[in-house]
Nanobody, 123 residues
């Protein structure tokens, strides 16, 4: 079955950096659009960044543009999220997700999800 396993979360001071990774198995990773979502306490889950399987085109939500970079290594079936200049508002559980078909901006079109990894930014 499909498994997405995130790693790399933790506690970091504001202004610092973290790199999240998501190891995928059970799907044809190289032909799957992937994304990172996040959910802060008391809020709805939101799309952070996405990367297509065709040409590696990327999308970023406005709050993270210029600070976060999404990338993929198809030889390792792994998705990454490099997060720089972290802010208190970036504190959330971050989820890796795989798009089964449909629109990459639509959360319900993602069929597979990881268990999430906590990112906490302190002042």
């Amino acid at each position: 079955q499909v498994q997405l396993v995130e790693a790399g979360g933790g506690l970091v001071q504001a202004g610092g950096s973290l790199r999240l990774s998501c190891a995928a198995s059970g799907l044809t990773f190289s032909r799957t659009t992937m994304a990172w979502f996040r959910q802060a306490l008391g809020t709805e889950r939101e799309l952070v960044a996405a990367i297509s399987w065709i040409g590696g085109k990327t999308y970023y939500a406005d709050p993270v543009k210029g600070r976060f970079t999404i990338s993929r290594d198809n030889t390792k079936n792994t998705l990454y999220l490099q997060m720089n200049s972290l802010q208190l508002e970036d504190t959330a559980v971050y989820y890796c997700a795989a798009l089964a078909g449909g629109t990459f901006t639509r959360e319900r079109d993602y069929s597979y999800w990881g268990q999430g990894t906590q990112v906490t930014v302190s002042s």
